[in-house]
């Protein structure tokens, strides 16, 4: 079992070294929140979706303040009721762009949201349009230790569902069909094993490559949508060219 996918490398790299720390906590917040209110209360143990943002929340090393807080939004009722939007579209220079949202107010979200693509040469497009390009996976990262034996860690995993397994910078990411997604979060619990980030991420079929100057014009889009504070996820299909990487930063 191989595979390499440098897409979603180069996304955990950029949001591991993401200045806006506080944007990523506001973020992991409304999902605990929100976990709470519809996932099914706020015992992670019976309440899978909470224990997975609580288990995002510590791979970015949010404070067990900031958590707890969260959770008790969500329990006493104060929490805003939010609803999920997703928008499919173009950037510049042909590449895809998914914007998953968790918003209380989709009208300002659909404007803000037009807007930057709009202001960085991009084009909004139907929901549905850009299923050919992107397939629904889940993806697990955990670092690797010294005591992991590899291949009988991957004969587990694949016995959990695993498609792909592959280790990058002492980093182990895992993939798997949707479908799987929740034997797989199980596998990892009963090798005692906690994942760093588990979530279902939306992986490009194939990746565009642009120039130095492109690029930076397609991450200008992809930035003013992360910056958004209904944005919770932007996936793309941009590929990350040579020494394009430094100019993440």
């Known amino acids: 079992m191989s595979g390499h996918s440098k897409w979603s490398t180069i996304k955990r790299k950029k949001g591991a070294a993401d200045a ?76 895809a762009v998914f914007v998953e949202c968790l918003t209380d107010n989709q009208n300002r979200t659909v404007q803000e949201v037009r807007a930057a693509f709009t202001k960085n040469d991009g084009s909004l497009g139907t929901n549905g349009s850009l299923e050919f390009i992107f397939d629904r996976k889940g ?59 588990a979530e279902l991420q939306r992986i490009p079929n194939n990746t565009k490559t642009v120039n130095d100057e492109e690029f930076q014009k397609v991450m200008k889009l992809i930035d003013t949508l992360e910056d958004n504070d209904d944005v919770q996820q932007v996936w793309h299909n941009l590929e990350v060219g040579e020494g394009q990487e430094e100019l993440l930063n």
Do not use: H, W
């Open 139 to 197: 993806v697990f990262t955990l670092p690797v230790k010294e005591e992991m034996d590899i291949e009988e860690l991957e004969l587990e995993l694949i016995d959990g569902g695993a498609d792909e397994l592959t280790i990058e910078e002492d980093y182990l990411t895992v993939l798997c069909a949707l479908e799987n997604f929740g034997n797989l979060n199980k596998k990892f619990e009963e090798l005692n094993l906690e994942t760093e980030n």
């Open 20 to 95: 806006k720390r506080g944007k990523i906590f506001s973020r992991m917040s409304k999902e605990i929140t929100v976990a709470v209110k519809e996932g099914g209360g706020s015992d992670p143990e019976g309440n899978p979706r909470l224990r997975m943002a609580i288990q995002n929340a510590k791979g970015v090393n949010m404070p067990k303040d900031n958590i707890e807080r969260a959770i008790k939004k969500g329990i006493g009722g104060e929490a805003n009721s939010y609803i999920e939007q997703t928008f499919e579209g173009y950037g510049p220079f042909g590449v």
